[in-house]
């Protein structure tokens, strides 16, 4: 039975006109690198169903009008890792999806799944609230969960007969339980992602060929070689001073032939690793919407594991060094998602992935190419480039209104004027004033 909390109490803002038309909108469609000016979009029954010159395209009697004038309607974006609460505070969960929503996410990938969170995929693919398009893992395969090929035969079963969409890997599974994880999957037709246990490690990740890998997990102990005599802490820290980048070019390449996709979160380990202080990261957007106990308790983990990490010269070079590897698999022709851990550690959801596209320009990719990781990317990955991704007709009306050009300035996707998720439009003004029911 659906929540009622989920369910909004708005559920009259779900009813609206089946035909709207975005008039005279300079449009970036996201298939190549180009911005139309002067055209008209029109949405029909949550698809797109015609663009054109605005001179030409009629708009339908009765269709809702949304002004594009000076403004730049792009797909709606992607957060490939990302988390979404139990049932158990559905208040919370309701919160959650609607800030993805805020901050022009209209597609998710659960990375910790449950069964509530199966509800909530056919809840919003029937429309009934509002939320991302959602993809979910399961319940992560690690090695409490799974200790023993058995049981990590199981569970692949298990999941994929409730029809979860992947498998998440957690840090802790043996390579014994991997490898049966990862043939029962293969045999099921089931794919799997996450990060690459330190029993596991990067080559057989590859070998086996994850669907993706995130957080980049993996690479600098690979990096270091096996027989460093390192601990390697977070993500491979403690690894720094063994690491030889001569190996890079031989790393993208094996990533590349693997056919495996790279969701960086770049932004948490910038918050992580990097030099702002937490004072300066309570002030990211959207923070103001985030319980107050949940910032504390990010604020806290920070502080800890900074106060607990090397000195400032290794941090340093540990970024410089996941900015390059980005760099360089982008460059070697490897798959990059947007995903930047939402919310968790100083990334409220829907905001933190603007700051993650942003780090992406600042590792060396243009705003173009960062772009391409939250829309066309996650299509093709999903093998769903007719359904979402491109402002197109035909697909799917996820779409962000902006008041700026992103392919000038990343930045400039922060600028919403107003997010369409399957052609169900909320203004600058609905989500503020649903915004600001969460703060304080």
């Known amino acids: 039975m659906a929540n009622p909390i989920v369910l909004l109490a708005s559920l009259a803002a779900l009813q609206q006109p089946q035909v709207t038309a975005f008039t005279d909108v300079t449009v970036i469609p996201m298939d190549r690198e180009r911005a139309v000016p002067g055209q008209t979009v029109i949405v029909r029954e949550g698809r797109i169903a015609q663009i054109g010159p605005a001179s ?15 403004k730049f309607l792009m797909p709606g974006l992607a957060e490939m890792h990302a988390h979404i609460p139990g049932p158990q505070n559905a208040a919370f969960q309701e919160r959650v999806l609607f800030m993805y929503l805020a901050g022009g996410v209209t597609t998710i990938r659960g990375m910790l799944g449950q069964p509530n969170h199966l509800q909530l ?27 023993s090929p058995d049981v990590a035969r199981r569970m692949v079963e298990e999941q994929r007969q409730a029809g979860y969409d992947l498998l998440k890997i957690h840090p802790g599974l043996s390579r014994a339980a991997f490898d049966t994880m990862a043939a029962t999957a293969n045999r099921v037709g089931i794919t799997f992602s996450g990060h ?27 990096l270091a070689g096996p027989n460093s005599g390192l601990a390697p802490g977070f993500f491979g820290l403690g690894m720094m001073a063994a690491v030889d980048q001569s190996r890079i070019p031989e790393i993208v390449r094996r990533t590349r032939e693997a056919g495996v996709w790279i969701v960086p979160t770049q932004t948490l380990f910038e918050t ?41 010269d290794v941090l340093a070079s540990f970024l410089e060094l996941r900015r390059r590897l980005i760099r360089e698999l982008h460059a070697g022709g490897v798959g990059l998602l947007l995903g930047s851990d939402a919310p968790q550690w100083m990334n409220p959801p829907g905001f933190s992935v603007h700051r993650e596209l942003g780090s992406y320009v600042r590792s060396g990719l243009t705003p173009y ?28 009306a996820d779409l962000i209104l902006l008041d700026a050009n992103p392919l000038e300035n990343i930045d400039n996707t922060m600028r919403i004027a107003g997010v369409m998720v399957r052609g169900r439009w909320l203004s600058r003004a609905d989500i503020e004033q649903r915004l600001a029911t969460y703060r304080g």
């Open 56 to 70: 030409r395209v009629r708009v339908p009697e009765g269709a809702t009008r949304i002004d594009g004038t000076g």
């Open 121 to 147: 995929r056919e809840q919003t693919a029937a429309g009934t609230i509002w939320s991302p398009t959602i993809y979910t893992s399961g319940p992560s395969l690690n090695g409490n969960s799974a200790p």
């Open 196 to 222: 690459v246990p330190a029993g596991v490690g990067l080559a057989r990740a590859l070998e086996a060929r994850y669907s993706t890998i995130d957080h980049i997990d993996g690479y600098v102990e690979w």
């Open 272 to 312: 992580m690793a990097g030099t702002e202080s937490v004072e300066q990261m309570r002030l990211y957007p959207g923070m103001e919407y985030m319980p107050q106990q949940t910032v504390q308790q990010w604020v806290q983990a920070v502080t800890n594991n900074r106060a607990q990490g090397p000195g400032p």
């Open 369 to 396: 190419q960062a772009l391409e990781t939250g829309t066309r990317n996650v299509a093709r990955h999903f093998r769903a480039e007719n359904e979402f991704g491109t402002v197109a007709e035909g697909r799917r």
